[in-house]
């Protein structure tokens, strides 16, 4: 049972308090949690729980072997877990044991039909980046975990070291396609929708966040570099599909029409949480299943918009329809929510 301070009874001597619980559509929970008793040491007193059909079950605990690593090397802490509606499970954890050191002490599993299964770990060659590039840390200064789609895909920024990485192309960001894992966007790289020259950075806090839906959309906030980048255009939003095209969504400086007749030249924009999710996690989301991101917009004027974008489908993406909705909101003023698309207040800008 649980109690008021997220203590979990055992039924035995022991006990488990979770922190930073998620949630799904079964209400069924997952949580990083600490385990203290008969028999508990430093060694082996952090762990994963995850209700499954209502009976909570340890999924991993420090002190016990890692899925799809060598012999002896054994779990020694987690991050926050990652969780579906069809029970799916993801997290990052942290090795110990002979052979592991600062390199290769990270990784990222997930589990299906109950089997915990590594998804990529510090020190393994990366995919679809050049031979000697490695995976580096998962512990990014803004973002360190994992999430999970319905379908089980997971998505995760990391470092990357080995052959040819300098700190301006050391991040990234992965996804899986119907379990596929593979390189999303990198640091470094061309931006898609954007001129000759102009790069991903890696400069601002939040950049290379992920956002996906359950339709396979997958959306991100990241930073600019190159040739005419300045501090008036250096952010804006990607989109992913399930095939994997990506395109530009929106960028610092681009002019929208927030009403008829009314354009504002965006200057930056906000999101709320911070914390990415897949969608089935019981987390707040910025992106639904309609394929629309919401976002706060800054406009070079002073005002401000609570704006949702509705991503375009990959056949349309190159007409970027953009609709918008929300009430373009002066320092000072209030404003009333507005409707969803189909409301005459929805627009449309080329």
């Not at 040739?227 to 530009?248: I, Q, R, Y």
């Amino acid at each position: 049972m649980f109690s008021q301070f997220g203590r979990v009874s055992t039924g035995k001597s022991s006990y488990v308090v979770g922190w930073y619980p998620v949630i799904n559509a079964a209400n069924e929970t997952a949580f990083y949690g600490g385990l203290g008793g008969p028999g508990t040491n430093s060694q082996n007193n952090k762990g994963i729980w995850q209700q499954v059909g209502g009976l909570l079950q340890l999924a991993a605990r420090a002190g016990t072997q890692a899925p799809g690593t060598g012999i002896g090397m054994t779990y020694s802490d987690f991050g926050d877990p990652a969780l579906n509606n069809a029970g799916h499970l993801a997290f990052r954890g942290v090795l110990t044991g002979v052979g592991i050191d600062a390199s290769n002490n990270e990784g990222m599993w997930s589990s299906s039909a109950g089997a915990l299964n590594l998804i990529a770990r510090e020190g393994d060659a990366a995919p679809n980046v050049s031979m000697g590039v490695n995976f580096g840390s998962f512990t990014r200064p803004h973002f360190h975990e994992v999430i999970l789609r319905g379908n089980g895909d997971a998505a995760f920024v990391s470092e990357l070291t080995g052959a040819g990485v300098t700190p301006q192309n050391d991040a990234a960001l992965w996804a899986q396609r119907n379990g596929v894992l593979g390189l999303v966007a990198r640091e470094g790289d061309a931006a898609p929708g954007t001129s000759a020259g102009t790069l991903f950075s890696d400069g601002l806090a939040g950049d290379f966040l992920p956002y996906m839906n359950d339709m396979g959309l997958l959306a991100f906030k990241g930073s600019l570099t190159g040739p005419g980048v300045g501090t008036a255009n250096d952010e804006g939003f990607w989109a992913m599909h399930s095939d994997g095209s990506m395109h530009l969504l929106f960028r610092e400086g681009d002019v929208l029409e927030v009403r008829p007749g009314d354009f504002r030249t965006l200057a930056f924009t906000n999101y709320s949480p911070r914390a990415p999710t897949g969608g089935q996690d019981g987390r707040q989301r910025i992106l639904n299943n309609y394929g629309e991101l919401a976002f706060t917009a800054n406009f070079t004027d002073g005002s401000q918009a609570v704006l949702v974008f509705t991503i375009p489908e990959p056949a349309t993406a190159a007409l970027m329809a953009l609709a918008w909705i929300g009430l373009v909101r002066r320092p000072q003023s209030h404003s009333r929510p507005s409707p969803r698309p189909g409301h005459p207040c929805t627009r449309r800008i080329a």
